[in-house]
């Protein structure tokens, strides 16, 4: 071979490399497992990396970039050394020909490159930029482009995600902030995929309804500010007084100024309650001249009626423009808040709230120890003066220079956007189940691999149509992704550091250290596996963390109580202010993990079964494997859900009721034996298979984490005026209504407030829930969801059931209308508690803009409803003895009183509630609203931990564990041997179901009729 052509093949072997990479097979089962963390960290490439989260679409664009890096260096090195050669040749002839060979072998390097490229953009740009969910909206036809034969016969299908829908409505994540303790956002580091660092939420791909969460945490302590600010802003108004600053407008000479005596009351006359205005030549202001506070730009002090119109009012370490805050001419905050567009993570637009590109402050004095007083000294020191630095930057940003008003609004608007995402969730779960439900027979994904097996052999052409679109992407819904378990409620950190720290070889080294047991004696026996299951234990716990970790760390144990320390660190940032609030949160901290650690034995590993696994086998790969299986419940606690199957008795059946109530469990031990005839056996378990889907008969029924103890307290601890229960019945004229509720001319003196009796109480509530897990996915599986079924498009005459199905027992149900119904249960109170508190977080919003809107306050001429907050009155003055004759007396008689009384009573009796003699009717107050948004907020909090979902996830992932079993048979026996059937063709085809099964037909027969989705079987052949 020629050299030049030599030098061709090496430039073009790295392009080939690349093409290659264009042909992987994308329509293979793919299977990441995401538990297992990388043990390489990847180079950042063309803007793209890697990490143990990364889906396969993600590795195979990852690679791509990698190809064509290579390639392209490649390409552009064989030019640099050409030219270099060329150079030095000096004219002779043998080396300016390599030269001019190599550079011409470097450009087209660079030509099958760039040509390879823009053929595979002219065909799809979906492919370069491996879009790979946007290539095949029609399944089952391998690539896109194949022509289909004439007169091929062609069966339709249409593709109903129902898990993946379920999923969804569940559990669908989204970014999100989490609040302060002034609720104000709380930001962090972002990356995007534009490689810009950036100040971004919180929480990324987080549980929704967890995001809700911190949206109502986030308006009851606005709420809170509003109301401190109202407090304030009452404090200035009482100091503007009517005496002293107006005139009387009545004719106090007149004869009816003032009537006669009724008793020692003087109720007549045209000068009682009559109006009041200013001195000549005076301001109509009551307020103080001087409030004390300097105009920085004016350099004198402001009035008091500027401080309450503009503030500034202090209130902790932030300062407020007093009623202005209640003020606003803005409609849709998002927009003037928020960056548009958003920018990228992982190719989803993210929320970032414009909070100006300030330093962000970690506390992290946490990690220093207690005794090392230069540590805290200077930990504190230099959090303080990044604080400090942090204030001055945010009063530029256009979240801080929001008025409270809007912030709240712009919460509000928040709430509404979940509240329609959960909505159109839900919409597309009932289009799913409305589909199937109306579906002559319907298929499940298992059985329609068999119906595509038969196809090749008969080929015939199976089309299968996506018609469901994401609602919030709207892109194609791709049911090959699916969640395989979700997270412990009270241990996030154990699946984190599952991922940073995976298994070695050195691992496997540390397990075979460890003594095997064979004794014969069984006390030697259980003594040996005591100190087997310490010794495993040890090792896997102290397993080494890679050195690429970030944040480092030492061992997987070191892992879990550093992210513990994190969170120590987050409530310092979060309740800045409030011990109380920063011990509570520090305590669910401290119990994040430390349950799991200290009860992995019974909770997450068999640690003996692991030891066993590990000597047998020596690769890593089958060391992961041990481990995945030897684990016990990995997703959440016991796993297993509660059904009515699982009581004795009609009655609750939640998982959480049963480990509260064992007794009225059906087997409390599902492997505890009973004689049931003469010298026969049976375990529980035999008489009830049904309860094999319950708690007790999952793989750690005796883990004690994944539990609540908490107690609710729905008193604010702040105090209010008035209002009481949005005005309540109004007190007659001339009468107020006291603190115990009456009303009475006794309760009307003054000025003073007269405080309506509040309906807020010192109420608690007490929650212990069992085995709890949250709505944040643990492990992602890339086998498709095997909760996705197939209808056809057009009836046709098939073979409907045939032949006879055996039906084992209740184990063989899979409780996919359970799940379903339940899913739908839920998201009817979740999506009514949303309403509920958007609704009571509108009403402050609308409650404060009309007092915001209040004009001509605090002037002598200021009316409120059926009164005037300025008035004169008639005083009685009791019979006296005339001074200049002893001996006459001078009968009782009223005189008129000079104007007088506080006059912003209207303002204050808004923003304090309640009502006053001279401002009669009621107002409810900022506190009433305030009251109601904490109640508010704690009532959801209540919902989202005394949470039916919990239960409603474990049966997903029940459904799809029986699912995917019931499809390892097929493929093993073939379709012919093993089926589904959904609840109605099982009842009315199989022989063997004995009564109704949960489904629509059960539904129909009931009284009243009940709405019901099919529960699934998987039967095997009985006869053919």
């Not at 401190?228 to 404090?235: A, G, Q, T, V």
């Not at 307020?287 to 008091?304: H, L, M, R």
């Not at 709207?474 to 395989?484: G, L």
Request: net charge neutral; aromatic share 8%.
């Amino acid at each position: 071979m020629k050299i030049r052509y030599k030098k061709v093949f090496l430039v073009c072997l790295g392009v080939i490399i690349f093409l290659l990479l264009l042909n992987i097979d994308i329509n293979r089962d793919i299977k990441i497992n995401t538990v297992s963390a990388l043990e390489v960290t990847y180079p950042t490439v063309l803007g793209f990396s890697i990490t143990e989260n990364s889906s396969f679409i993600e590795y195979a664009r990852y690679f791509f970039n990698i190809g064509m890096a290579i390639a392209g260096t490649l390409a552009v090195m064989a030019i640099i050394f050409g030219g270099v050669y060329y150079l030095i040749s000096f004219n002779r002839g043998k080396f300016t020909n390599e030269g001019k060979q190599w550079i011409k072998a470097g450009i087209l390097g660079l030509l099958l490159l760039v040509s390879s490229y823009l053929i595979a953009y002219t065909i799809n740009p979906d492919l370069v930029y491996f879009r790979l969910e946007k290539l095949f909206p029609v399944g089952f036809l391998g690539l896109p482009g194949n022509s289909i034969p004439p007169g091929s016969p062609i069966t339709n299908y249409e593709e109903i995600p129902l898990g993946t829908l379920t999923e969804n409505l569940l559990s669908r994540t989204m970014d999100c902030y989490d609040y302060d303790n002034n609720g104000d956002p709380i930001e962090q580091k972002i990356t995007t995929d534009d490689n810009k660092v950036i100040n971004g939420p919180t929480l990324l791909n987080h549980d929704r309804a967890d995001c809700f969460l911190k949206l109502t945490e986030a308006a009851e302590k606005k709420s809170k500010l509003i109301k401190k600010l109202s407090d304030e802003i009452i404090k200035l108004m009482e100091s503007c007084t009517c005496a002293g600053k107006c005139d009387n407008t009545c004719d106090a000479n007149s004869p009816g100024a003032c009537g006669t005596p009724v008793g020692e009351q003087c109720l007549t006359g045209s000068c009682v309650g009559a109006a009041c205005k200013p001195f000549e030549g005076k301001s109509n202001d009551c307020c103080p001249a001087d409030s004390g506070i300097k105009n920085p730009k004016t350099n004198k002090n402001f009035t008091v009626k500027e401080i309450i119109e503009h503030g500034p009012i202090k209130i902790g370490d932030k300062e407020f423009k007093g009623l202005d805050e209640f003020r606003t001419q803005l409609v849709n905050i998002s927009n003037f808040v928020e960056i548009r567009p958003g920018p990228k993570k992982d190719e989803k637009e993210i929320t970032v709230i414009n909070n100006g590109d300030c330093q962000i402050c970690n506390n992290s004095c946490f990690q220093c120890d207690p005794k090392d007083q230069n540590c805290l000294t200077q930990c504190k020191n230099t959090n303080n003066a990044c604080q400090n630095n942090r204030k001055i930057c945010l009063e530029n940003s256009k979240w801080d220079n929001l008025k409270l008003i809007e912030q709240l609004m712009y919460f509000q608007e928040k709430m509404g956007q979940i509240k329609t995402s959960v909505e159109q969730d839900h919409n597309q779960l009932n289009s799913a189940r409305t589909k199937i439900a109306n579906c002559y027979n319907v298929k499940s994904s298992v059985d329609l691999l068999g119906i595509l097996e038969e196809t090749k052999k008969d080929e015939k052409i199976i089309l299968s149509t996506k018609p469901f679109r994401d609602s919030i992407t709207n892109q194609v819904i791709d049911s090959s992704k699916y969640c395989e378990g979700f997270n412990y409620a009270n241990s996030n950190s154990y699946s984190k550091c599952q991922n940073i720290c995976p298994e070695t070889m050195e691992n496997k080294t540390c397990y075979n250290s460890c003594q095997k047991c064979d004794e014969k004696d069984p006390q030697k026996q259980a003594a040996c596996l005591k100190n087997q299951t310490q010794c495993v234990k040890n090792c896997y716990d102290n397993r080494k963390c890679p050195s690429t970790a970030n944040p480092p760390f030492a061992t997987f144990k070191d892992c879990m109580q550093k992210l513990d320390q994190s969170c120590l660190g987050m409530c310092n940032v979060k309740y800045s202010g409030s011990q109380t609030d920063i011990e509570k949160c520090q305590e669910k901290c401290e119990k994040d993990s430390k349950c799991l650690l200290d009860n992995e034995e019974i909770c997450t590993v068999d640690f003996p079964q692991l030891k066993s696994c590990s000597d047998e086998y020596k690769d890593l790969d089958n060391l992961k494997n041990c481990v995945n299986n030897s684990s016990l419940c990995e997703y959440g606690s016991d796993e297993y859900s509660g059904y009515p199957d699982c009581i004795k008795t009609q009655g609750q059946y939640s998982s959480s009721f049963l480990y509260k109530n064992p007794n009225n469990q059906k087997c409390k031990n599902p492997y505890e034996t009973y004689t049931t005839g003469v010298n026969i056996r049976q375990t529980c378990l035999d008489l009830y298979p049904e309860t094999a889907k319950c708690p007790t008969s999952s793989k750690c029924p005796k883990c004690p984490c994944g539990i609540i103890d908490e107690t609710i307290d729905y008193n604010s601890g702040e105090s209010g005026g008035g209002g009481g229960g949005g005005g309540g019945e109004k007190c007659p004229p001339g009468s107020c209504r006291g603190a115990d509720g009456i009303c009475s001319p006794g309760n009307c003196g003054g000025g003073s407030i007269v405080p309506f009796k509040s309906n807020s109480g010192n109420s608690t509530t007490t929650i212990l829930e069992y085995q709890v897990i949250t709505g944040t996915c643990n492990e992602f599986t890339y086998i498709g969801d095997p909760l996705t079924f197939y209808c056809r498009t057009a009836w046709e005459p098939e073979g409907y059931i045939s032949g006879k199905w055996l039906y084992d027992s209740k184990t063989d149900e899979i409780p996919v209308g359970q799940t379903v119904d339940d899913t739908k249960k839920w998201a009817n109170k979740f999506t009514e508690n949303i309403s509920d508190f958007t609704k009571t977080t509108a009403e402050m919003i609308q409650y404060i803009k009309n007092i915001g809107q209040e004009q001509k306050y605090c002037q002598c001429d200021s009316t409120c409803e059926n009164g005037r907050p300025c008035s004169t009155s008639c005083q009685y003055v009791p019979p006296a003895e005339d001074p200049n004759d002893p001996s006459r007396n001078i009968p009782a008689y009223c005189a008129v009183a000079p104007c007088d009384g506080i006059s912003c009573q209207k303002i204050i009796n808004l923003l304090r509630g309640g009502s006053t003699q001279n401002c009669p009717v009621n107002k409810d107050g900022v506190f009433y609203y305030y009251d109601k948004i904490y109640k508010g907020s704690k009532t959801f909090y209540e919902f989202i931990t005394v949470d039916e979902r919990t239960d409603v996830l474990k049966e997903l992932s029940y459904s799809r564990k029986k699912m995917n079993e019931c499809s390892q048979q097929a493929v093993k026996l073939g379709k012919d041997t093993v089926q589904t059937f959904n609840c109605t063709n099982a009842y009315r085809g199989v022989s063997a179901l004995q009564k109704r099964c949960y489904g629509i037909y059960d539904g129909q027969v009931k009284t009243p009729s009940e709405d019901k989705t099919d529960n699934w079987f998987c039967l095997k052949t009985l006869l053919k």
